[in-house]
């Protein structure tokens, strides 16, 4: 315990598939609007960032939500290399059920366990409770990550949901940041603050690669089922992957990373929401 351990919030696995021919992530920094190019096992992470002392007393490591997170990951990775290499040759992409239950799981997690996630969760914890003091936000990460009822309840709503992918071959590729999972309204005009899975017609965006994004989308189960495991029809535009970037910029904690260091597209659009700069800021939704 006496370790310091570098723990990670977006999994290295997922980060290095946005990295560059010489395995560099480009990251822009909203606070400063500083770029630079970094490692991924060396950006979203934080020091002991999912240690809980308090396990120690029930006969458990402190590190235990880690090593969970660990074993997800892997299955995970190999799950998503196999969806690349169908890319290559098919329309519809085939998931088995288990495939389908493991990254609904994952999707979920990683909606909950980044440091934005954390920083909603403690902010809605003082609304709901001012009188009541928060003597330790990882314990208080902890008790929602470890709550098997609502996790699974919402890995479900994840799951049956119709899973549509869709191909960006324009010149601007997509972002991912810190916080990667978003959750849009019915409407499709709503960047939705976590975790509103809950919500009549949401759909989750979620960038797999520079070139490649996965939509779960409940707002139209019957219309959109035939597409449900597919490669959209729709041709990607430099407009629609810009509209995605939005929110990746806007809902991001701090750090948004590229393959390519051009990020004049989300410097516009932090000079256009100033209020994304502000490490202060209180959370917010906005129409996209």
């Known amino acids: 315990?006496?370790?310091?351990?570098?723990?990670?919030?977006?999994?290295?696995?997922?980060?290095?598939?946005?990295?560059?021919?010489?395995?560099?992530?480009?990251?822009l920094d909203k606070f400063t609007g500083s770029k630079f190019k970094i490692a991924p096992e060396n950006i979203a992470a934080e020091n002991n960032f999912y240690d809980v002392p308090d396990l120690?007393?029930?006969?458990?490591?402190?590190?235990?939500?880690?090593?969970?997170?660990?074993?997800?990951?892997?299955e995970v990775s190999k799950i998503t290399a196999s969806w690349f290499q169908q890319f290559e040759?098919?329309?519809?992409?085939?998931?088995?059920?288990?495939?389908?239950?493991?990254?609904?799981?994952?999707?979920?997690?990683?909606?909950?366990?980044?440091?934005?996630?954390r920083t909603q969760i403690t902010q809605f914890s003082r609304l709901a409770q001012p009188d009541k003091p928060i003597h330790d936000v990882n314990n208080l990460h902890a008790q929602l990550l470890w709550n098997d009822k609502l996790i699974n309840q919402m890995a479900k709503k994840v799951g049956d949901c119709n899973w549509i992918f869709a191909h960006n071959l324009t010149e601007a590729p997509f972002f991912t940041p810190d916080h990667p999972v978003l959750v849009k309204s019915a409407e499709n005009k709503e960047w939705?603050?976590?975790?509103?899975?809950?919500?009549?017609?949401?759909?989750?965006?979620?960038?797999?690669?520079?070139?490649?994004?996965?939509?779960?989308?409940?707002?139209?189960?019957?219309?959109?089922?035939?597409?449900?495991?597919?490669?959209?029809?729709v041709t990607f535009t430099q407009h629609m992957a810009?509209?995605?970037?939005?929110?990746?910029?806007?809902?991001?904690?701090?750090?948004?990373?590229?393959?390519?260091?051009?990020?004049?597209?989300?410097?516009?659009?932090c000079d256009l929401h100033p209020e994304i700069k502000n490490p202060e800021r209180e959370r917010f939704e906005w129409a996209s």
């Open 192 to 233: 939705l603050l976590s975790p509103r899975i809950f919500d009549d017609g949401m759909s989750i965006v979620f960038p797999l690669s520079p070139t490649w994004i996965l939509y779960c989308d409940s707002a139209h189960q019957d219309k959109l089922a035939k597409f449900n495991n597919s490669i959209s029809p």
């Open 56 to 74: 120690q007393n029930i006969g458990l490591d402190p590190r235990h939500i880690e090593s969970q997170f660990s074993d997800l990951e892997s």
């Open 242 to 269: 810009n509209h995605e970037n939005s929110g990746q910029v806007g809902m991001s904690r701090r750090f948004v990373f590229s393959q390519k260091p051009d990020f004049e597209f989300a410097k516009m659009f």
């Open 1 to 27: 315990m006496n370790q310091t351990k570098f723990q990670h919030y977006v999994p290295r696995f997922y980060l290095a598939r946005f990295a560059d021919e010489n395995g560099f992530i480009w990251v």
């Open 89 to 117: 040759n098919a329309q519809a992409i085939e998931i088995p059920k288990v495939n389908r239950e493991i990254v609904s799981l994952f999707i979920v997690l990683q909606l909950l366990r980044t440091a934005e996630a």
